[in-house]
């Protein structure tokens, strides 16, 4: 089981990585929040369109390891079309898998959406590299809120 999640992990980041889904910077995007891990050089804008409280388009620019450009990809497919409360679970469930051995799953993330986020879980084996996938949550995370930018030290 582990060896499946380990090579499910290399194939999504591969395929993620090289083809990064929503790549771009929608013209009707009304929040925008940046991400950096200083440490790697990651550096991500996200550019999020609220419509009704509804993430109605999610995007983002920038450059970084395949990791971070992988987890970045995925987190548009997966908060686009979810309530802002829903990315905020979202961005909170996918911390969690990421940083804790027991993740504290908030109640609310459907069990289709957890099995994407649990391919991204085989980080947490490599604490070098958890920053690297939560980036661009975290600058998610941020624009969701309304703030520019988030701190490296939030991750």
């Known amino acids: 089981m582990m060896d499946d999640l380990r090579e499910l992990y290399q194939e999504v980041i591969l395929d993620h990585g090289k083809n990064p889904r929503n790549f771009r910077h929608p013209d009707d995007a009304n929040r925008e929040a940046k991400g950096e891990n200083p440490m790697c050089g990651d550096r991500f804008m996200v550019y999020l369109t609220l419509k009704d409280g509804v993430v109605d388009d999610v995007a983002f620019q920038g450059r970084g390891c395949a990791i971070s450009t992988a987890s970045a990809s995925m987190m548009t497919e997966l908060v686009r079309g979810k309530s802002a409360a829903e990315a905020e679970k979202l961005f909170h469930a996918f911390h969690e898998l990421c940083t804790q051995d027991e993740p504290d799953i908030p109640e609310g993330v459907d069990d289709e959406t957890m099995e994407k986020l649990m ?37």
């Open 119 to 155: 391919v991204m879980s085989g980080v947490r084996q490599f604490p070098v590299r958890v920053k690297c996938a939560t980036l661009a949550w975290h600058a998610m995370n941020a624009a969701l809120h309304g703030e520019a930018a988030a701190s490296s030290d939030q991750f």
